[in-house]
Nanobody, 123 residues
Framework: VQLQASGGGWVQAGGSLRLSCEVS????????MGWFRQAPGKEREFVST????????SDARFVMGRFTISRDNGKNMVYLQMNKLAPEDTAVYYC?????????????????WGQGTLVTVSS
């Protein structure tokens, strides 16, 4: 199973980025997916999750409607559209595949992880 995250980069505060994660070798359409992030010197934290069908999502409180998770089961892709980015959003963002089909906020519920993509937001 491989998860390949992409789309990170440098952006000014207030800007937008769209992260993508391609999943291969996995029953993608039957598993919930999630995005996590790890800022320098901090522990990894939950960002957003989407159920296997895409019908249910859940976000961390700090998202405050700025990020939108989505998926395309036909393409084995999951996305994170990030708007109104702030310097505190600077982190390595990881996509992960859950062991189940329902949304999951605990990283212990995730079985496979991508390599991460760096997002840098300047003030």
């Amino acid at each position: 199973v491989q998860l390949q995250a992409s789309g990170g980069g440098w952006v000014q505060a207030g800007g937008s980025l769209r992260l993508s994660c391609e999943v291969s070798g996995h029953s993608f359409s039957t598993k919930a997916m999630g995005w996590f992030r790890q800022a320098p010197g901090k522990e990894r934290e939950f960002v957003s999750t989407i159920s296997a069908s895409g019908g249910s999502t859940s976000d961390a409180r700090f998202v405050m409607g700025r990020f939108t998770i989505s998926r395309d089961n036909g393409k084995n892709m999951v996305y994170l559209q990030m708007n109104k980015l702030a310097p505190e959003d600077t982190a390595v963002y990881y996509c992960a595949a859950s062991g189940g089909s329902f949304t999951a906020v605990d990283e212990d519920e995730y079985t496979f992880w991508g390599q991460g993509t760096l997002v840098t937001v300047s003030s």
